[in-house]
């Protein structure tokens, strides 16, 4: 009898779920399609930004051919559309063609030099094409971003390891140093120190903020060493 109401319990949990399940899903299907809607409804119908808007409906639905034609004419209707240009651009490379997927990359960072908004989903098309030297371009223009720092350091980290440094600008050094200090990364940590001591990186406050980060973690050798390097006394109350 215990066992037959257990089931039943079950059962019935099983049902509610399903229940809820469905009715998420009809929920969910119900805002997409709002939103959907009122998004094309915020630009005339033969507007750029429209056709960019079926682009990504048609992306959302797995349609990547019915897409590519949305992302090329809005590119036709306004050439300057970086955000259809850079679908286009996945889109190629999503399909295997790396010569038309480099070839729109290299159009959008010559039209998009200085400008920060589109770097990032840039950085990450270019790392996937293999050209390293955009690549390392893009991640060194976004670092002095805060908004894309982290990220841009765990890439060239995650692809260079103790050789991220020689791939860093002198003024992201530092950036890099303290993404590398906030994990506990000692040893990688000293390996960039003297990367900045060669390019002349380094200035008071810096010091001090390293030298009292190595000490806090036992590094007292290491700390007295960078030290006096620079001139310090008696390390005493770095």
């Known amino acids: 009898m215990g066992l037959f109401l257990k089931k039943g319990f079950l059962t019935i949990i099983l049902i509610g779920l399903c229940f809820w399940v469905l009715r998420y899903g009809v929920w969910h299907d119900y805002l997409y399609n709002r939103d959907a809607s009122r998004m094309r409804n915020d630009f005339p119908a033969t507007s750029a930004d429209a056709a960019y808007v079926s682009g990504i409906r048609a992306r959302y639905d797995l349609q990547p051919e019915e897409a590519r034609q949305y992302f090329q004419q809005a590119v036709n209707l306004n050439v300057l559309h970086m955000n259809a240009w850079l679908q286009l651009a996945q889109i190629a490379h999503e399909t295997g063609d790396m010569e038309k997927a480099g070839e729109m990359l290299d159009f959008i960072d010559e039209l998009t030099d200085n400008v ?106 290491d700390a007295v060493d960078i030290w006096r390097r620079h001139g310090g006394g008696s390390l005493t109350n770095p």
């Open 116 to 221: 920060i908004r589109w770097k990032w989903p840039q950085l990450l098309l270019a790392r996937d094409l293999g050209k390293e030297d955009m690549y390392v371009r893009l991640a060194n223009f976004a670092i002095p971003h805060h908004q894309l720092r982290d990220q841009a350091l765990e890439l060239l980290d995650r692809d260079y390891g103790r050789q991220t440094p020689v791939n860093l600008r002198k003024n992201n050094l530092q950036a890099y140093l303290y993404w590398l200090m906030g994990r506990n990364r000692i040893e990688d940590s000293l390996n960039v120190w003297v990367f900045m001591e060669h390019a002349a990186a380094i200035d008071p406050h810096i010091l001090d903020r390293y030298i009292s980060f190595l000490v806090r973690r036992k590094q007292v050798s």
